[in-house]
C-alpha cells in the first residue's frame, strides 16, 4: 500500500522561530518520487520541490530545506526564519512515477500558522 | 506563466442536481486530473486524463464522470449531486516529460455546496 502520513495536523510559531514539517510515506517500489506543495489562503496549491528515491541529498532552497531519509522513510520540511507569508497549508506526496501518469498521493496536509 | 482556470469558485446547488465543474489549461499539458479536497482527508484523485478522449478512474471516482473532449479542458460531472458531494474540487494539469513525473499546476479550486 502506498500512503503519506503528515502527523501534524496545526503549527503555530511567532516570525523568526524555525519550523519543521514532518512527512512519512509507505510505498513498495523502488522508483518513486515525493514532493512538497505549499497552499496558501487563496486556494491554489503550488509546488515547491521534487525528489526522486535514488537521491538523498538533502537540498536548501532560500529559507527551505528539505531532508530526505530512505531509512526512515521521511521527506521532512524546514523553514528557517519563518515569516508571516509561510502562512499556509503545506501538503507532502509520493507518486510511484508510472509511465504517462502524475498520479500523487497526498497527505493529509499541515496547517502552518506563523503569527507576527 | 501555467495558468489553470476553474470556471466557479463558488457553487450552490441542490440535491439531485446535475453539476458541471469546468477546468482549462492553457500550456497544452498532456495530463489533468481532478482532486476533492476534504479536512482531515488532504486530496484524493477523482479521476484523470492523460491524453484527449482518454480517463481513468482514481481513488474515489464513485457519482463522478468526465469528459475530455479538447486537450485544454477536462470537466467534472455530478450526474446527481448529493450532500456528501460538498467539498473544494482542484483541478490540475502537468506536462509528460519522458517517463518522469512532472510538477502539478492546480487552479484555485472550485467549492461546491449541495444542499
Known amino acids: 500500500a502506498q500512503k503519506v502520513t503528515q502527523a501534524q495536523t496545526e503549527i503555530s510559531v511567532v516570525e523568526k522561530e524555525d519550523v519543521t514539517l514532518d512527512c512519512v510515506y509507505e510505498?513498495?517500489?523502488?522508483?518513486?518520487?515525493l514532493f512538497w506543495y505549499k497552499q496558501p489562503p487563496s486556494g491554489e496549491l503550488v509546488f515547491l520541490i521534487r525528489?526522486?528515491?535514488?537521491?538523498?541529498q538533502n537540498e536548501i532552497s532560500g529559507r527551505y530545506s528539505w531532508n530526505f531519509q530512505k531509512s526512515t522513510s521521511s521527506f521532512n520540511f524546514t523553514i528557517t526564519a519563518s515569516q508571516v507569508v509561510d502562512s499556509a497549508v503545506y501538503f507532502c506526496a509520493l507518486s510511484t512515477g508510472s509511465y504517462n501518469t502524475d498520479k500523487l498521493i497526498f497527505g493529509t496536509g499541515t496547517r502552518l500558522q506563523v503569527f507576527p | 506563466d501555467v495558468k489553470v482556470t476553474q470556471s466557479s469558485r463558488y457553487l450552490v446547488k441542490r440535491t439531485g442536481e446535475k453539476v458541471f465543474l469546468e477546468c482549462v489549461q492553457d500550456?497544452?499539458?498532456?495530463?489533468m486530473f481532478w482532486y476533492r479536497q476534504d479536512p482531515g482527508l488532504g486530496l484524493r484523485l477523482i479521476y484523470f486524463s492523460y491524453d484527449v478522449k482518454m480517463k481513468e478512474k482514481g481513488d474515489i471516482p464513485e457519482g463522478y464522470s468526465v469528459s475530455r473532449e479538447k486537450k485544454e479542458r477536462f470537466s467534472l460531472i455530478l450526474e446527481s449531486a448529493s450532500t456528501n458531494q460538498t467539498s473544494m474540487y482542484l483541478c490540475a494539469s502537468s506536462l509528460l516529460v519522458g517517463g518522469n513525473t512532472g510538477e502539478l499546476f492546480f487552479g484555485e479550486g472550485s467549492r461546491l455546496t449541495v444542499l
Open positions: 500550456m497544452d499539458h498532456e495530463n
Open positions: 510505498t513498495r517500489d523502488t522508483t518513486y518520487y
Open positions: 525528489r526522486n528515491s535514488f537521491d538523498e
